[in-house]
Each structure stands twice: as C-alpha cells, then as structure tokens.
C-alpha cells in the first residue's frame, strides 16, 4: 500500500490543523494506521494510531485530548485532527500502515510495514 501525507504547514500555539494519510494499493481497510513524528535532533515518537475497524484508538500522553485520529475507508484516507497545538508538537509527522496484534503492538514503529514521505508541522509560540 503507498501512503501519502498532507496537510502540513505554520500554526500559531493554541491553533489547529489536520493531516491526511491517502492510501492507495492494497485494501486499506485491512490495516492499521499510526502517525509518528520526528523532531529535530530527536528519536521518532508515536503520537496516535486507529485499529483497521477503527474501533480502537490510541494515543501519546503528549496529545491525548488535543489530538483526534479518524478514518474514512470510503476514501481510503485517515485523518489526524490536531487542536491547542503547542511549539513541541513542531516535527515531521509520518504516516505508516500496518497489522498490529497486541494493543501495546499499535506504539511501536517496526509493526507498521508501509510508510508515507512526511509532512512538516511547525508550531510557532
């Protein structure tokens, strides 16, 4: 499946954006998907993941109750709502699929097989 990421760009803190994963390839809905995020000079971090019925979700301490993942199977697209944004939040942020098992398997990058390029989120204050 090739994924790709949009939806980036400058907010002010407190602001908001939303991100999209298009899919393309393979079902989409036969998997999960996970954003992550890379801030400079910093490991690449979970930030938030939806199970393929998109009845599970999970998320990072850092964004729980600011961040929203959704999916629309339909248009083979998930969604990152982002809100009260903050000048940490200022990273790379990538989209992945994947098939994790175990709800702890959603956290961990090396469960996501496919990758998008990324966009760039910075956060002003």
């Known amino acids: 499946v090739q994924l790709q990421a949009s939806g980036g760009g400058l907010v002010q803190a407190g602001g908001s954006l939303r991100l999209s994963c298009a899919a393309s390839g393979r079902t989409f809905s036969n998997y999960a998907v996970g954003w992550f995020r890379r801030a400079p000079g910093k490991e690449r971090e979970f930030v938030a993941a939806?199970?393929?019925?998109?009845?599970?979700?999970y998320y990072a301490d850092s964004v729980k109750g600011r961040f929203t993942i959704s999916r629309d199977d339909a248009k083979n697209t998930v969604f990152l709502q982002m809100n009260i944004m903050k000048p940490e939040d200022t990273a790379v942020y990538y989209c992945a699929a994947g098939s994790p098992y175990y709800s702890r398997s959603y956290y961990r990058s090396d469960e996501y097989a496919y990758w998008g390029q990324g966009t760039q989120v910075t956060v002003s204050s």
């Open positions: 939806i199970s393929y019925s998109g009845g599970s979700r």
